[in-house]
């Protein structure tokens, strides 16, 4: 058993590593730590295999782990964070060139604007609208109702739009199809 659990995370690492990669960092905004975030989603899911039921996807499961491990570092991070921003009054929010091409998904522009929005719309649209996953799915991964999903991202896209256009992204036809 223990031979094909290792085979099956394996698998599953080569299939969504990347993916889920692209979520924390767009969470956390530091690609080491997304780094270290994304292998401790699979240790996870490798340690606890066994509670894996098969009612949701493996990939929906594993972007629940990840999405939990992430909710706990930023909620430890906090501090920090408040600390380091109130002695370096100017903080820099862009991106690395690494981290640019690391994510490979739409624009930097985009991802600009997606990071400066509430926490809770990011997670929402980027579950639904970047990653694809279903209303369910994305209730099973944020631990949130269906109806929350569907309400937050209601409220959620006039926010993105409202950022892309204050980022000066000017790119209508992709504005729309937010």
Do not use: C
């Amino acid at each position: 058993m223990s031979e094909y659990r290792k085979e099956e995370i394996a698998d599953w690492y080569d299939q969504h590593s990347k993916s889920i990669l692209t979520f924390i960092l767009l969470m956390v905004k530091d690609y080491q730590q997304a780094e270290d975030l994304t292998h401790d989603t699979f240790v996870k899911a490798y340690l606890y295999y066994d509670s894996f039921k098969n009612h949701s996807s493996e990939k929906t499961w594993l972007f629940s782990i990840a999405h939990n491990l992430t909710v706990d570092f930023l909620r430890k991070r906090k501090p920090s964070i408040f600390f380091k921003e109130f002695f370096l009054s100017q903080k820099d929010n862009n991106l690395l060139p690494e981290e640019i091409i690391k994510i490979k998904e739409n624009s930097f522009e985009f991802y600009k604007a997606l990071g400066k929005i509430k926490d809770t719309y990011r997670k929402v649209i980027v579950l639904r609208k970047i990653k694809g996953f279903s209303i369910e799915d994305t209730a099973k991964i944020l631990s949130w109702s269906e109806s929350k999903v569907k309400s937050t991202l209601f409220r959620a896209i006039p926010v993105l739009k409202k950022q892309l256009i204050k980022e000066g992204f000017l790119n209508e036809e992709a504005i729309r199809r937010y």
